[in-house]
């Protein structure tokens, strides 16, 4: 079941149908399990569409694959905390995985591309726009589009 809880009536049906299964399961007398998880805002197709815009506006001024730039600057050494989580595997040992931009909500999606965007500037010396700067944004897909076969 999916309950919105900025809404005051979907607040107190989660709260009666989490009592409902607390009661079921002391009734029963055995336990069950119970998932519940945060559900977040995926990011959007125009946030996706705009980030590969900067991955590919930096690969293209560096002399960098898109892939490259994707995994190990923007994901690897700018966003590493991110990016990076850790598990243990069966033999009990931790291991690092990498999370696909694909499972970042708005807000992380938006923090990733503001620190990739800061990195740009600061470290590498190169302005990438901001998804409002469309004049600026045309000329950096112009520049893309010259080195296409590249990236």
């Known amino acids: 079941m999916i309950f919105n809880l900025n809404n005051d009536k979907d607040r107190a049906d989660y709260k009666d ?14 336990g069950f399990i119970v998932e ?8 959007s197709l125009a946030q996706n569409s705009y980030l590969h815009v900067c991955l590919q506006y930096f690969a293209s001024e560096f ?5 490259y730039v994707k995994y190990n600057i923007f994901k690897q050494i700018v966003n590493r905390e991110i990016f990076a989580k850790q598990r243990t595997n069966r033999r009990g040992q931790p291991v690092t995985y990498w999370r696909s931009t694909a499972d970042l909500d708005t807000k992380e999606l938006t923090d990733a591309i503001e620190k990739f965007r ?9 302005y990438i726009p901001e998804p409002n700067e469309e004049a600026a944004l045309l000329e950096a897909q112009k520049q893309i589009a010259l080195y296409e076969k590249y990236l």
């Open 118 to 126: 800061n990195y740009s500037s600061m470290v590498a010396g190169l």
């Open 36 to 43: 519940v998880k945060k559900k977040h805002r995926p990011r």
């Open 17 to 30: 149908y989490c009592n409902g299964l607390y009661m079921d399961a002391l009734k029963s007398g055995k």
């Open 63 to 67: 002399g960098y694959d898109e892939e």
